[in-house]
């Protein structure tokens, strides 16, 4: 079984690895949401967190912003974090929620691990 790694590591970098552990997830069933596709700033997120970073329920985009649901309007419909103008100064997700704007966190979607590996030798170099 071959391990790929990204081809800037170099042959010392590889050897760190021997004997480190590591688990191999699966997605368990079908996702409700995409929670793994984030992009630059949280522009690409389509998931379902509709809670913020703080705990705060989100707002539905359509009861406070006419500005960002003329621009994008698959906000209309719901209130999970979104990124709608990421040249502005948003670092990533966020959401309007009773409290004023907050960052969110994507939800951790539902995985099956397997048992824990070993690398027991230097990986090969793929280039």
Known sequence: EKIRFHPLYDQLQADKYVNSKFQVGTLSAVQPCDELSY??????????????????????????????????????????????????????????????????????????WTDVHTISRSPKMLW
């Open 39 to 112: 992009g630059w700033r949280g522009v690409e997120y389509r998931g379902c967190q509709d809670v913020s970073a703080k705990g705060y329920p989100c707002l539905r985009w359509d009861s406070w912003s006419s500005n960002y649901v003329t621009a994008n309007p698959e906000l209309a419909v719901h209130n999970y974090c979104r990124n709608p103008n990421p040249q502005d100064s948003s670092a990533g997700i966020w959401c309007r929620t009773s409290k004023g704007n907050d960052y969110c966190n994507p939800k951790m979607p539902a995985i099956t």
